[in-house]
Every structure is written in C-alpha cells, then in structure tokens.
C-alpha cells in the first residue's frame, strides 16, 4: 500500500484525529512489526500487553491489543 503513495488512508479504527495519509500505513507496519517481536519473546499475554503498551503508551484501543495478543500466545481461539 505504501508503494501506491496515498493522500488519503482512512483505517476503520482510528482516533478522531489521526493522521489520515502514509503516516497510517506506516504507523500500521511499524506496529505490526512491534507486535511480532514482543510476541517472540512474551510468555504469554499478559507479558506482550505490558510490552506493547510500554512500546505504544498513548494507543486508545486497549481491548483489541488484549485480544489480540490472547490469540497470538494461544490462550484464545479466533473464529
């Protein structure tokens, strides 16, 4: 997506004023990338939330890191 250079990126859960250009997809990568080296080294959920949440302190949507990060260390199923 980054390749195609957009003026405009309108993620579906975003904050009212966020950025709304390539600094969303980039915010995105970075995050996902973040996401994935925490998971490696966390034993479990509760260790990648603390992780992420020292990473990304000022994120509003703390439900889906929790979600998330229940599915990635195996303590939920997803769909």
């Given at each position: 997506m980054a390749a195609r250079k957009p003026k405009v990126v309108l993620p579906a859960h975003q904050a009212e004023d966020?950025?709304?250009g390539l600094a969303t997809?980039?915010?995105t990568r970075d995050?996902?990338?973040a996401f994935?080296?925490?998971?490696a080294k966390a034993k479990?959920?509760?260790a990648?939330?603390?992780?992420?949440t020292g990473r990304y302190p000022d994120l509003k949507d703390a439900g889906s890191l929790e979600l998330g990060a229940k599915?990635?260390?195996?303590?939920?199923?997803?769909?």
């Amino acid at each position: 997506m980054a390749a195609r250079k957009p003026k405009v990126v309108l993620p579906a859960h975003q904050a009212e004023d966020a950025p709304q250009g390539l600094a969303t997809v980039e915010f995105t990568r970075d995050y996902l990338r973040a996401f994935d080296e925490e998971a490696a080294k966390a034993k479990d959920s509760a260790a990648l939330i603390a992780a992420m949440t020292g990473r990304y302190p000022d994120l509003k949507d703390a439900g889906s890191l929790e979600l998330g990060a229940k599915v990635a260390k195996g303590e939920m199923k997803w769909g």
